[in-house]
């Protein structure tokens, strides 16, 4: 599966954004996504990941409650809306697909067999 991020950009603290993840093939549903991100000089950190069917999502400590993981099988795509940004949340961010998703829902990089080639968040203060 090919993965194309988009929707980043540059916001004020407090401001909100959505990323899509548009996917190729017939196959979309029968991958678990996930969101990443990577700030200069750091290394790649989960930020959500959701189920097959959208029925099970997961989200890092510093995203749960400002992030929304969700997908449109249909329409092939993974979003992330991101409310109440903050400096802290600047990096590049990427989509993710696992194909093996007997183990649930993955937080660490290696869990994921396929990337996008990420979108920029910039949040200024």
């Known amino acids: 599966v090919q993965l194309q991020a988009s929707g980043g950009g540059l916001v004020q603290a407090g401001g909100s954004l959505r990323l899509s993840c548009a996917a190729s093939?017939?196959?979309?549903?029968?991958?678990?996504m996930g969101w990443f991100r990577q700030a200069p000089g750091k290394v790649r950190e989960f930020v959500a990941a959701?189920?097959?069917?959208?029925?099970?999502?997961s989200y890092a400590d510093s995203t749960k409650g400002r992030f929304t993981i969700s997908r449109d099988n249909a329409k092939i795509t993974v979003y992330l809306q991101m409310t109440s940004l903050k400096p802290e949340d600047t990096a590049v961010y990427y989509c993710?697909?696992?194909?093996?998703?007997?183990?649930?829902?993955?937080?660490?990089?290696?869990?994921?067999?396929?990337w996008g080639q990420g979108t920029q968040v910039t949040v200024s203060s």
């Open positions: 993710a697909a696992d194909r093996d998703t007997g183990w649930g829902l993955k937080i660490r990089t290696d869990g994921y067999d396929y």
């Open positions: 093939g017939r196959t979309f549903s029968s991958y678990a």
């Open positions: 959701i189920s097959r069917r959208g029925g099970s999502t």
